[in-house]
């Protein structure tokens, strides 16, 4: 602990911090890795719209394909399921066991909903091995168990959490079917206390330096709920921010300088790099928040030089990249090779 609690009083810019979020999101440079293993090394993709995962993953690794996914997601070694903060994230099949141990239910899911939910696992199992859509899951708990409305509309929520029912692999694909099927995958047994924290270390390793704050924010879970975690994860290194807060991570894990140099990035909606941290500046000013976020919306964004530069759109088959900011001749030339980059791989 020594070693770790003489590193407390450094301070680091808000720039280290940018960098050492892009280099464990694989953003400083594309990482040539297997699917499964480059979902594992950024602790998971948001996607809620389902082509964002693929774009995401575009942004990451050199050479990928659609089709790559497409094939991972029809084979099962990767699921498109509801976890972190009760929103729907593409994570490989191990993970997705224990990431849905370590965060449990929604926070805001009725407990009672949780328990009727958990105690319906084989039943949904079984009838949950073809896909169904809502609807007939719902007619199949009135039918079978005298569930109805309303505890039927928050025991939904409950079965996606603890009953292990997933997103069919259909709906992952990149031209998704309209209408969302979702199938149950057999439980896998996980320690919760275990699960619990390797998620905070994987946490780390893909979004740290970081506060308990911020590890809330990205998990659902609450601050109190990490003290636990955190101390079977010791020795950690500690830091400081620039307004005093303080900041873990893992010792081993990369922090480069804060002039290395961060190539334009084209992120997806909702990429949970900019929905990660309770303190979205380290890729996000705040005063472009309102133009990136808007409710439950996340639009597409553009990085320059590590930070949100701007968002983007597909028109007529051309990527149309919106800068918030004043750019350099050098930047716009950037931005527009990486759009043409882009256009190639969508067409």
């Known amino acids: 602990m020594a070693a770790a609690e003489g590193m407390a009083d450094r301070v680091l810019t808000l720039r280290e911090l940018n960098r050492a979020t ?40 050199p050479g990928f394909r659609r089709e790559q996914l ?3 997601l029809l084979s099962g070694r990767v699921v498109r399921a509801v976890l972190m903060r009760g929103t729907i994230h593409l994570v490989s099949r191990q993970d997705y066991h224990r990431f849905g141990a370590a965060v449990g239910p929604p926070p805001w899911l009725r407990p009672d909903a949780a328990e009727v939910a958990e105690t319906l696992h084989d039943a949904i199992r079984a009838f949950g091995s073809e896909p169904r859509t809502r609807a007939e899951v719902s007619e199949f708990l009135a039918r079978e168990h005298a569930i109805e409305r309303p505890l039927a509309d928050a025991v939904w929520y409950g079965l996606r959490t603890r009953a292990r029912l997933t ?19 057999e439980d896998e047994p996980v320690d919760a206390e275990a699960a619990r924290v390797e998620l905070v270390r994987r946490y780390l390793g893909a979004f740290g330096p970081a506060t308990r704050a911020d590890i809330a924010e990205w998990s659902g879970l609450r601050v109190r709920d990490l003290e636990r975690p955190l101390e079977a994860l010791e020795p950690l290194v500690r830091f400081r921010d620039d307004r005093g807060r303080e900041l873990l991570d893992l010792s081993r894990a990369p922090r480069p300088a804060a002039y290395t140099v961060a190539p334009v990035r084209f992120m997806p909606r909702f990429d949970n790099l900019v929905l990660s941290h309770k303190d979205r500046t380290r890729v996000l000013a705040e005063e ?60």
Request: no cysteine.
């Open 22 to 61: 892009l280099a464990r999101q694989l953003l400083l440079e594309r990482r040539k890795l297997g699917l499964a293993a480059a979902l594992e090394r950024v602790a998971g993709l948001q996607a809620q719209w389902a082509p964002a995962p693929y774009v995401g993953l575009w942004a990451r690794v």
């Open 70 to 72: 497409e094939r991972a």
């Open 167 to 185: 997103h069919a692999p259909e709906s992952g694909l990149w031209k998704a079917p309209g209408l969302t099927r979702y199938v149950a995958l």
């Open 288 to 347: 472009h928040r309102a133009g990136v976020i808007e409710g439950g919306w996340v639009k597409s964004t553009f990085l320059v030089d590590g930070f949100v530069a701007g968002v983007w759109e597909v028109e007529a088959g051309r990527v149309q990249p919106e800068p918030f900011v004043p750019l350099t001749r050098t930047q716009k030339a950037e931005v527009a090779d990486e759009a043409r980059r882009l256009e190639a791989w969508l067409s």
